[in-house]
Nanobody, 121 residues
Framework: QVQLVESGGGLVQAGGSLRLSCAAS?????MGWFRQAPGMEREFVAG????????SYTDSVKGRFTISRDNAKNTVYLQMNILKSEDTAVYYC?????????????????WGQGTQVTVSS
């Protein structure tokens, strides 16, 4: 069983930055960040392989967000720059029990409780 705990959310002005962290209690393989805005479905934001050598991003965050991981600390990060009001959502960390990448939330076995990110315009 893997437990995930997110931190780093908050209120920021448009154009600002935030760094989210996700601490895992056990061995993780492919990791992802998802987000869910009010009234919307939970969507894939970014994913990273175990080695960190392979990353994936949804088009709307490319060039602004960076996913990374520190396996020694069992932690995954999401650096978010040039934030926009449309980035406002609850952000969730998720882990697969497989080393293969995926953008489908149904293929992630473990989930954190979420952290709120609010971007004011």
């Amino acid at each position: 069983q893997v437990q995930l705990v997110e931190s780093g959310g908050g209120l920021v002005q448009a154009g600002g930055s935030l760094r989210l962290s996700c601490a895992a209690s056990g061995r993780t393989y492919y990791m992802g960040w998802f987000r869910q805005a009010p009234g919307m479905e939970r969507e894939f934001v970014a994913g990273i392989s175990w080695t960190g050598g392979s990353t994936s991003y949804t088009d709307s965050v490319k060039g602004r967000f960076t996913i990374s991981r520190d396996n020694a600390k069992n932690t995954v990060y999401l650096q978010m720059n040039i934030l926009k009001s449309e980035d406002t959502a609850v952000y969730y960390c998720a882990a697969r029990s497989s080393p293969l990448g995926s953008r489908s939330r149904d293929e992630y076995r473990y989930w954190g409780q979420g952290t709120q990110v609010t971007v004011s315009s």
